[in-house]
């Protein structure tokens, strides 16, 4: 493993795995909390629309990505907030609208788009410097936004009907949050690819989830966790020649069944907490 | 219109996908108040809650909360919801949801601070949930979240104070102690409280409306078995508790 680090490409990737993990650990706690997992599947799907534009109009699909991520989080936002259409079909049309519109967009531009696979299903081994910055600065954002607005996203996230009452403005609140997932999906997308980033988002802070109930060392713990499965992910790939991006989320996937196993045997044997 | 309104409803209609909830509402609750509203479940208790909250917007009427929209009052109202629908392990603890109380006194993106948390202190002291301050929220018996939110509508220093079948969750062991606390609250702020438990409202309770759709007030304690028929769309016998001290209300 070691001799691995010699090369540029190994220590962007790592670079590239803790710069996710930081992103995930901390916007992953209020999916999980807030119960928009399926949500956040969606605004990742819908950002493929945006890498098609990208590879159609020759700029950054990974710009293009961020372009459709957001605009499909406020979408969502307005639509379930404002209109009376169901939270589950409007996750279900945004995420294959997004996805049609990628298709239709890599159709039209002409030849062969190179790296798509590395989008779709990323690869931590090919993260340019660039992506790294923007990776950086996402993550300096999304750092900034829960530190300004943690009491507003605990009380968004516990008991948004109270949050109304006590005048919070919570459908504004609600939509920097949509945002920041979709920010989150934009740094997650090099890493593991656009179809297994709700992997990211969740895993991580589930299992933060089993071991504390105090948010912010959940986030910390998420954080740390999400660390420990993109390296370890890493590794396996390296070791056993796999895909980086499916071998981090079979990893942590694995990792965290067990928790829930080995949990509930615990429980079983612990008496019932009253 | 007297200053000491704190609530003033006038003609309100609310309905859900034209299904009435509430028809021509008028009600008035002076300062100090405490007024039972008591009716059968889905009689719109909630909602007319809702309306004084600013939550749910009436088809027409008028709604006034301490002189203003309920939009701009709520931060002078302390709100005490039937069941929260939180699951059992969100990570917050009792203290951080009490805090969350100091929401309107404080506003977005500033911090709380030395007399938010004072205040917690004593919202919490004063429903005997200091001890488990640290506690998670879902930890709990229902009848201490209960009390928790309690202390979260306490914390703002509310003029007036919604309680949506806060007996659903308290235990009858708590329920004295819960109504000595209303006793003491009383004598800050106006209370409204909603219950379908007729005998538990009573007791305590200065007022007493009936609501079914439309609204039974006659600005007295003394229900009418005619009223309450009235509101229950079919007889009605009254039944007095032995549990919990009581007043037997007009022979029926």
């Known amino acids: 493993m070691l001799e691995a680090f010699q090369f540029e490409f190994m220590r962007n990737a790592l670079l590239a795995g803790l710069l996710a993990s930081i992103a995930c650990g901390i916007v992953g706690v209020y999916v999980v909390v807030k119960k928009i997992v399926s949500m956040s599947g969606s605004i990742a799907h819908a950002s493929f629309g945006g890498i098609g534009l990208g590879y159609l109009l020759k700029f950054s699909p990974v710009l293009g990505a961020m372009l459709f991520a957001l605009l499909s989080a406020l979408t969502m936002g307005l639509v379930t907030r404002k209109t009376k259409l169901p939270e589950d079909t409007a996750t279900g049309i945004l995420w294959a609208l997004g996805m049609a519109l990628g298709v239709i967009f890599i159709g039209l531009s002409a030849g062969y788009a190179p790296d798509l696979m590395s989008y779709l299903f990323g690869n931590i081994l090919t993260v340019p410097a660039s992506d790294l910055y923007l990776m950086m600065a996402l993550d300096i954002v999304i750092l900034g936004i829960v530190v300004a607005f943690y009491k507003e996203f605990l009380l968004l996230s516990f008991d948004e009907e109270f949050g109304t009452a006590v005048g919070m403005p919570v459908n504004g609140l609600y939509l920097l949050l949509l945002c920041m997932v979709a920010l989150t999906v934009v740094v997650l997308i090099r890493v593991v690819g656009m179809i297994l980033v709700i992997a990211m988002l969740t895993f991580p802070a589930a299992l933060a989830r089993q071991f504390t109930h105090d948010m912010k060392k959940m986030m910390l713990l998420a954080v740390v966790f999400g660390m420990i499965f993109t390296m370890g992910g890493l590794w396996l790939s390296y070791a056993l020649n796999l895909a980086s991006g499916a071998t981090i989320i079979l990893l942590s996937g694995l990792v965290l069944m067990l928790s829930y196993i080995l949990s509930a045997v615990f429980k079983k044997v612990k008496p019932e907490r009253a | ?252």
């Open chain 2, 1 to 252: 219109m007297s200053d000491s309104d704190v609530v003033r409803l006038e003609h309100i209609w609310v309905s859900y996908n034209s299904t009435p909830a509430l028809e021509d509402i008028n009600l008035h609750v002076k300062e100090h108040d405490f007024l039972g509203i008591i009716g059968p479940n889905g009689g719109g208790k909630s909602t007319l809650l809702k309306v004084i909250l600013g939550l749910v917007q009436p088809d027409k009427g008028m709604v006034t909360v301490l002189g203003n929209p309920p939009a701009r009052s709520r931060y002078k109202v302390g709100y005490v919801p039937q069941t929260s629908r939180f699951s059992v392990d969100f990570p917050v603890s009792v203290w951080d949801v009490v805090m969350m109380g100091r929401y309107g006194k404080t506003g977005l993106l500033k911090k709380y601070g030395k007399p938010d948390r004072e205040a917690a202190r004593k919202a919490l002291e004063r429903v005997g949930m200091l001890d488990h301050a640290s506690a998670q929220i879902g930890a709990l018996s229902g009848g201490q979240q209960q009390r928790a939110f309690i202390a979260r509508a306490l914390v703002g220093e509310p003029r007036l104070l919604l309680l949506d079948e806060p007996m659903a969750s308290v235990d009858s062991a708590m329920q004295t102690g819960f109504y000595e606390l209303l006793a003491n609250l009383k004598k800050e702020m106006a209370i409204i409280m909603v219950s379908h438990d007729i005998g538990a409202v009573s007791v305590f309770v200065d007022k007493i409306a009936c609501l079914n759709v439309q609204l039974y007030y006659h600005g007295s304690k003394e229900i009418t078995p005619e009223i309450l028929e009235a509101t229950y769309k079919c007889p009605v016998q009254l039944i007095a508790h032995g549990e919990i001290p009581h007043r037997v209300l007009k022979e029926h």
